[in-house]
């Protein structure tokens, strides 16, 4: 059962638009909420994350939106750029434990 | 600082092969964990350790070891590699005071044939 999903596998923007990305959940017990961005041949690196506390976290180009409610949260990258096509990977966390759940990732692709 | 290192890159093992991924951090991060990322799929927390002797098992387990006698090293045993450890690992630590921000290497494309 996965408890953490992007059902958008990839998703084309064009570049100066806006981007996008989608992340559901089903475990009510999730407080803390991540971003990770990984290019080919490389690790996820951590791009932005948020509390359940809040509903909104706004880093540069990047923000992230949290929907406790609808156990929804996006990620908003405006505007988009040339060097944002990647994977996105959503993940979550709860309490203080020490594991991540990951959804499956989107494949962004920014057209120029 | 050269983060999460992890060796080797690649690898072809035959079934029932044994092999040990190595992986080592220098930014003195008690929290270490390995993955696995199969194709369309997220990562799954093979085993994660919080400290120095201490290991514990994640989501898939089995077919795995693992130990930690070091703060900086975690490396990864396979006994009897099968073609379903096929997959890409990964390795990643945090610090006692980042929330869930977990620092990656770059991986270890494994293949068993």
């Known amino acids: 059962d996965q408890q953490v999903k992007q059902n958008s596998p990839s998703l084309s923007v064009q570049e100066g638009r806006i981007s996008i990305l989608n992340c559901d959940y089903t475990?009510?017990?999730?407080?803390?909420f991540l971003w990770y961005k990984k290019y080919p041949a490389e690790g996820p690196t951590f791009l932005i994350s948020?509390?359940?506390i809040k509903d909104k976290n706004e880093d540069g180009r990047f923000t992230v939106f949290l929907n406790k409610s609808a156990k929804h949260l996006s990620l908003h990258i405006v505007p988009s750029q040339p060097g944002d096509s990647a994977v996105y990977f959503c993940a979550a966390s709860w309490d203080s434990n020490y594991q991540l759940i990951w959804g499956a990732g989107t494949k962004l692709i920014i057209k120029p | 600082n050269a983060g999460v290192t992890q060796t080797p890159k690649f690898r072809i093992l035959k079934i029932g092969q044994s092999m040990t991924l190595q992986c080592t951090q220098d930014?003195?991060?008690?929290?270490m964990y390995w993955y696995r990322q199969d194709p369309g799929m997220g990562l799954k927390l093979i085993y994660y350790?919080?400290?120095?002797?201490?290991?514990d098992k994640g989501e898939v387990p089995n077919g795995y070891n693992v130990s930690r006698s070091t703060t900086e090293d975690f490396p990864l045993r396979l006994e009897l590699a099968a073609p379903s450890q096929t997959s890409v690992y990964f390795c990643?630590?945090?610090?006692?005071?980042?929330?869930?921000?977990?620092?990656f290497g770059p991986g270890t494309r494994l293949t068993v044939l």
């Open positions: 930014m003195n991060h008690n929290y």
């Open positions: 350790s919080v400290g120095a002797g201490i290991t």
């Open positions: 475990n009510s017990m999730f407080d803390y």
């Open positions: 990643a630590s945090r610090g006692q005071n980042s929330y869930n921000e977990q620092f």
């Open positions: 948020i509390s359940s």
